[in-house]
C-alpha cells in the first residue's frame, strides 16, 4: 500500500523505521508538526520524525493545522491507501480522514478502551496496573474510540518508570502497526468496535499534576513518581523553591517520619509519607544538575526537623 505516516516526537520513531525496513508498503510521505523552538539557543528544530523522514529522503509536510487547504490539496494528490499514526499531536478533520480509502490508523499505547487520552502510559504506571499495551485502531472523530485492529501486551515492571514503559512499547507497538498495516492490505484484518465497559481516561498531565502529596502513601508517591519520569517531572517544594525529583525506594523499615519530614544520614535521604517513607534516589533544585539525593543534602545541609511541600 501506499502510506502517509503521520507522528512527531522521538516515540513515533520506532514505527516510522519499521514500517522502511519492513519493505512492503511505500510510505510516501510523512506529516508531523511544524519546527519548535528548543534548546538553549531557542532555535527552531524539526521534529524527531522530520528528521528521520529527512535521512530517509521521504517528502515532509508540515501543516499548522492539518486541515489547510494546501495540505488536504497534497495529501489528495500523493493518494495513500492508508495513514498510519503514532502521537501526530493534532486532532485530524473529517475531511482528512477522509481522503485514504482505508483510512487513518492509530498506534495507541494502552489496551483501549482503558486509558483513552494524551497520556496513557502514565496514567497507567500512575494507577498501578500491572498490564498494559498497545492497540491499533481506525480513527473516528471521538477520543480514541474507533474499531480496534490488534493489540499487544507489555508487562508493567514494578520499577518502571512511564519513559521505560513507553520505549518497549514503542519497539512492540512498531511491529503491531507493520502486522496491520499487511493485515488491512491483504484483507485478513478486520476492525472490532471496542467494548463499552471498561473506558478510562488518560488526559495529558501537567505540571500541577506532578506535585507529590506526601500526606499520600508511600505507594502512591512512587507510582506518582514513576509515573511522572521523564515528563512532567515529579516534584516538591523545600523552603519555597521546587527540587525536582527522580523515583524513589519505598522504606517500610521507616515509619518514624511524618508526611514530608526529611531524614538525612551519611549515604541516604528519607521523606516521610502517609503510611511509611521513601528514600529519595537522583533530586534537582533549581539551577542546579540532577545528583544523588544524598549529595545534595550534603550541600544545602537542610536543618532538623525540614519539612517538604506545602
Known sequence: MKLVFAGTPEVAVPAL??????GRHEVAAVVTRPDAVAGRGRKLVASPVAQRAEEAGI????????????FLERLREIAPDCCPVVAY????????????????VNLHFSLLPAWRGAAPVQHAVMAGDEMTGASTFLIEEGLDSGPVYGVV????????????LLGRLAVSGAGLLVATMDGIEDGSLVAREQPA???????????DNAEVDWSAPALRVDRLVRGCTPAPGAW??????????GPVTPAPERTDLAPGELAVAKNAVHVGTGS?????????AQGKKRM???????????????????
Open 276 to 284: 511509611h517513607a521513601v528514600q529519595l534516589g537522583e533530586v534537582q
Open 89 to 104: 499531536g493534532a486532532l485530524l478533520p473529517r475531511v482528512a480522514l477522509d481522503v485514504p480509502r482505508h483510512g487513518w
Open 153 to 164: 501486551t507489555e508487562a508493567v515492571r514494578a520499577k518502571d518508570t512511564s519513559g521505560d
Open 236 to 245: 516538591t517544594l523545600i523552603g519555597g523553591e521546587r527540587l525536582k525529583l
Open 17 to 22: 523505521d519499521a514500517l522502511i525496513a519492513a
Open 197 to 207: 465497559d471498561g473506558v478510562t481516561l488518560a488526559p495529558k498531565l501537567t505540571v
Open 59 to 70: 517528502e515532509v509536510l508540515k501543516p499548522g493545522r492539518p486541515r489547510e487547504p494546501e
Open 292 to 310: 544523588p539525593a544524598a549529595d545534595w543534602a550534603r550541600g544545602v545541609q537542610p536543618p532538623a526537623g525540614t519539612v517538604l511541600g506545602r
